[in-house]
């Protein structure tokens, strides 16, 4: 190439264009005195900032510093450069660009270079022409200016954007980060990975310096706390929208922390300093999600949380209705058709808003569940209803076939999808409830949804007044003997808020243990979202069933109970609340 550099004129252009045939290398360029043209193809770009990159061969032999505006490229990348050569004040050739176009992309790993070798000795310098390159003072090797290199030593920091690194070689080298790239005082040693470049010093000669792109901090050791378990609804439906959250992390340095959802298959959540996120899935089937939290000056530093088992149903949701939070009568005032010890005194209980379902859980409903494997699946159940189940081999409900003689009338009868699942324990009731992201209502619940018109309990659902025809009970002659009724059979029967056969059909399960003299005990937080007692033996019944022949059950203060692993017959079933 030397020969290029002596032929003038016409010779210059023919030899320059062989070579641009041949392929112009980064030596080549940096040989050409200032003002002369260049080409280069494909090379690595080792640093990018705004208005300037830095280039290196692939083999690594050299490096050179390009200022372009609006360049659009990045580390990695295989560039195109076109422009003239020409030398700053720190004596660092560079090239003014006239266009530079990502070829290709691509990754590159830096050099492992000591201090006291960054920047290295001069190559072909010529300080009239300035073809070559100055080394950098103090330095010793090969030049490097221009390669992506790593180093490290103590670090001191000067400003915002600039510190200096000791290894200890006798040479401290300034390094210069981006301004809004986080440095903390705190740091004692560190790693850097940048662009080798240089600096005019005070005295004239130039001094090592490295573009920053990364730091590492080795000491003080920076660690991020393990972020707490994912908290949200572990049972949603199909394209339903769920916001999940964690307890958060935290930076043994004070950094920032940032997180992402993980949801157990596609796209994680955009990470971001909210410590919660919403997500929806596409399919059915089991997910675990979790979630990483990182340092947001260090990425590298993470840490990520335990799982949380959740199960996508199918979009096939249970219709619900709202209950607004408020007051309301509680029990018998003495004055209805009938009156049991258990249902006195009367009481005000105050509620918070919930959601109860409008029909009893229905057969098709509950078949779900046991196609979504809740039969096998532990964290449905209680510890108790898990070991009744186990221990009794139980895979579904009794009663669960379609055709049921139960005694005339009807004799034989036909279990449809749409009747209530019947025959079912206060243990398999709970875990549905679970799977379906709810719970069984509370007595209080319960009762509230089937009488309160907003000023005073009705004593049936539709009213005060006993009609055999709104409820499926022994004598009506919809559904008379012994026979479920598909659900919502019955709609001139709807309690105040809609909810339908809340008298009649199947006995429910509440949530609650059940006392007799419970109403007469106030309970530890008042008539507040009362829980029912702490223990018990049996579990609350209310609504009467089928096969009740007295009109007093289907009363909405009537309380029964039996232990939770009872089905009697196929006459106990239950509604979800949320």
């Given at each position: ?23 112009m ?16 193809m ?14 290196e ?10 200022e ?12 195109d ?11 660092e ?19 492992g ?64 980060v ?30 090592p310096c ?9 000491l ?6 393990t972020p ?22 935290t ?62 149903q199918?979009?096939?949701p ?15 005032n003495?004055n ?22 409008k029909?009893?859980?229905s ?70 409830c ?32 006993w009609?055999?025809?709104?409820c499926?009970?022994f ?47 106030t ?16 579990r ?18 009537f ?14 079933g ?5």
């Amino acid at each position: 190439m030397k020969v290029c550099i002596g032929v003038l004129g016409a010779g210059l252009l023919l030899v320059v264009s062989a070579c641009a045939a041949a392929g112009m290398t980064i030596s080549d360029a940096k040989l050409l005195p200032d003002g002369s043209a260049v080409s280069l193809m494909a090379k690595v770009v080792t640093y990018a900032a705004a208005d300037v990159f830095y280039i290196e061969e692939s083999l690594r032999t050299c490096g050179i510093r390009v200022e372009k505006t609006a360049h659009g490229l990045a580390v990695g990348d295989r560039a195109d450069v076109t422009g003239t050569i020409s030398t700053n004040a720190a004596k660092e050739r560079f090239i003014a660009a006239t266009s530079a176009a990502k070829n290709a992309s691509g990754t590159i790993a830096p050099i492992g270079v000591r201090n006291g070798a960054l920047g290295g000795g001069d190559w072909h310098y010529d300080s009239g022409t300035h073809a070559g390159q100055k080394g950098v003072s103090g330095s010793l090797g090969l030049n490097t200016i221009g390669l992506l290199v790593e180093t490290w030593g103590r670090f001191e920091q000067i400003d915002g954007t600039t510190f200096t690194l000791d290894d200890g070689s006798g040479l401290d080298v300034k390094c210069t980060v981006t301004r809004g790239f986080y440095l903390d005082p705190v740091w004692e040693y560190v790693g850097v990975v940048g662009a080798s470049s240089m600096y005019e010093s005070q005295g004239s000669l130039p001094l090592p310096c490295v573009l920053v792109r990364d730091v590492r901090v080795f000491l003080p050791v920076e660690t991020v706390s393990t972020p707490g378990t994912p908290d949200g609804y572990q049972f949603p439906y199909v394209n339903s929208l769920e916001i999940y959250s964690t307890t958060g992390s935290t930076s043994s340095l004070g950094h920032t922390i940032e997180y992402s959802f993980d949801w157990g298959g596609g796209a994680p959540s955009p990470w971001s300093a909210s410590t919660s996120a919403s997500h929806s899935w596409s399919t059915a089937g089991s997910k675990t999600v979790t979630v990483t939290a990182r340092c947001q000056t260090h990425p590298s530093i993470s840490a990520t949380s335990p799982g949380l088992s959740v199960y996508v149903q199918d979009a096939n949701p249970i219709e619900m209705i709202y209950i607004p939070a408020g007051s309301f009568l509680m029990g018998n005032n003495g004055n209805e058709p009938d009156c049991w010890p258990d249902e006195l005194p009367q009481h005000s209980v105050h509620l918070s808003g919930y959601w109860i379902s409008k029909y009893e859980v229905s057969r098709g409903e509950y078949q779900q569940f046991m196609d979504a494997g809740g039969y096998m699946t532990n964290a449905y159940w209680s510890y108790d209803g898990w070991a009744w189940k186990t221990a009794n081999g139980r895979t579904q409900p009794n009663y669960w076939a379609e055709w049921q003689y139960w005694s005339t009338p009807p004799g034989l009868f036909r279990q449809t999808p749409s009747h209530p699942a019947a025959g079912v324990t206060y243990y398999e009731a709970e875990a549905f409830c679970n799977w379906a992201g709810g719970h069984l209502p509370t007595e209080a619940q319960c009762e509230k949804a089937a009488r309160w018109t907003g000023i005073h309990p009705n004593v049936y659902p539709w009213g005060d007044t006993w009609d055999p025809e709104k409820c499926n009970y022994f004598y009506d002659s919809l559904y008379p003997g012994y026979q479920t009724a598909p659900v919502g059979s019955y709609p001139s029967g709807a309690s105040p808020y809609g909810c339908q056969d809340m008298a009649g059909n199947v006995w429910e399960w509440c949530m609650d243990w059940f006392y007799e003299n419970y109403y007469s005990q106030t309970p530890p937080g008042g008539w507040s979202d009362p829980q029912g007692p702490s223990s018990g033996s049996d579990r609350v019944l209310r609504g009467g069933s089928w096969y009740n022949s007295q009109v007093t059950c289907c009363r909405c203060a009537f309380r029964t109970s039996y232990a939770p692993n009872s089905t009697f017959w196929g006459s106990f079933g239950f509604r979800l609340a949320r």
